[in-house]
């Protein structure tokens, strides 16, 4: 029987001692194939609703047809981020607010994520500020809420540069191991590194209570507000743009996914993202010597990534010597995990009580009747795409 492409769970897969990469539906991939509390860490960008559409795919959860609708399918990932995070380690959500089309106010996106995670043992544990610059905002967004002209000639209708919002959630229980930076910090990510004369003094320091390089970094990263991220440090991405995309993918910048891998995770770590894109996540985590698992739905984005990863290792061997010599020398692997692979290539064609149920099991819980599974499906907006 021929497959149909849309409704296989895995399209592609690279599988390597580093990362494990899927191309397929997160919603599927996550519960199939990750384990309980297995991930010490995830960092990602989930879809802004429909601010920008990735692509055609009915899966695409930038396509939902209702705000209400993404937010309960995004519920059912989180409540998977919940079971496969390990007790105390974190999920780091990186999102904004969405404006509302016609100039109609703006979406407290960051607020209803906070919400959602609080019901599945994901505790709010507070937000870094990005600040971004207006006049980039305005050229990008074409905004005329931000456009000078306009509040010349009437300011009430002008808007702000919306911050991005990195949320901290941390999963209930104790860390078991403690995320420990036994050597105080000595990587820094930003456009305003540290001061020269700290780095020459107090680089391979070792009393950590007068480590005043250390103590710099961490202040900053602690900080609620990141004055200097830079904006142009993302991954090639402007390849691997579709013909059924509006716009461009908009990647993560490296100096925030850095941060959050240097502040919340150990080497040797596994690191998860669900929306890999062209794999910004994956990329940091495995230059930092951690490991990464990824998942996409966009096969152009998938095949990006691929391309990406393939110079994770070299990132910082030109600047910096060998970091993974340097992190891993003294210490036992963290993490001895298994990726795993998918073998499911059949047609997912549900037959329950012979109601015929051409669907995913997106949104569907283990403990549902096969009514409240046909409720969920005809609700669904996968179900009125097909
Ligand atoms: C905000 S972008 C993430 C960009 C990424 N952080 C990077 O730096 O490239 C969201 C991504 O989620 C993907 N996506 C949307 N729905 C998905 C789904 N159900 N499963 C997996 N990926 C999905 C989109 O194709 C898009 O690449």
Redesign the pocket.
């Known amino acids: 029987m021929a497959l149909n492409k849309e409704k296989e769970m895995v399209i592609k897969q690279v599988i390597t001692e580093d990362y494990a990469v899927y191309n397929?539906?997160?919603?599927e991939?996550i519960p199939e194939l990750i384990e309980d509390k297995s991930i010490h860490l995830s960092v990602?960008?989930?879809?802004?609703f429909d601010l920008?559409q990735?692509?055609s795919?009915p899966?695409?959860?930038?396509?939902c047809k209702s705000y209400e609708g993404f937010m309960e399918?995004y519920e059912f990932?989180v409540k998977e981020i919940s079971r496969i995070t390990m007790p105390g380690r974190h999920s780091i959500v990186?999102c904004m607010d969405i404006p509302i089309k016609g100039g109609n106010g703006f979406i407290d996106y960051p607020g209803d994520i906070i919400s959602m995670h609080a019901k599945h043992d994901l505790v709010y544990s507070g937000r870094r500020c990005v600040w971004k610059e207006p006049y980039r905002i305005a050229r990008r967004t074409m905004s005329i809420g931000l456009k000078h002209a306009q509040v010349i000639k009437d300011a009430s209708i002008c808007n702000v540069a919306g911050a991005d919002y990195i949320l901290d959630f941390r999963k209930k229980g104790d860390s078991d191991p403690p995320i420990s930076h036994s050597k105080g910090f000595s990587e820094y990510s930003g456009s305003n590194p540290p001061p020269q004369d700290l780095v020459d003094k107090y680089s391979g320091w070792e009393d950590n209570r007068t480590n005043r390089l250390s103590h710099w970094i961490f202040r900053h990263l602690a900080s609620s507000v990141w004055m200097d991220i830079n904006i142009d440090s993302?991954?090639a991405?402007k390849a691997a743009r579709g013909s059924d995309e509006e716009k461009h993918?908009?990647?993560?910048q490296l100096d925030v996914?850095d941060r959050c891998i240097d502040y919340w995770s150990n080497p040797g770590e596994i690191v998860l993202?669900?929306?890999?894109?062209?794999?910004?996540?994956v990329y940091s985590a495995i230059s930092k010597g951690r490991r990464g698992i990824g998942?996409?739905?966009?096969e152009t984005?998938f095949n990006q990534?691929i391309r990406n990863l393939k110079h994770a290792k070299d990132r910082y061997l030109k600047t910096q010597g060998d970091l993974f010599a340097k992190e891993n020398s003294d210490t036992e692997p963290a993490s001895t995990h298994k990726f795993r692979t998918c073998k499911r290539k059949e047609e997912i064609n549900y037959k329950e009580g012979g109601i015929k149920l051409n669907h995913c099991n997106?949104g569907w819980d283990l403990t549902m009747s096969v009514e409240e599974k046909v409720d969920r499906c005809n609700r669904c907006f996968y179900y009125s795409a097909n």
């Open positions: 397929g539906d997160s919603m991939v990602y960008s989930p879809p802004f920008y990735y692509s795919s899966r695409d959860m930038s396509n399918n990932l990186h993302v991954l991405y993918v908009c990647p993560l996914i993202t669900p929306f890999m894109g062209v794999g910004s996540e998942i996409e739905l966009k984005y990534a997106l």
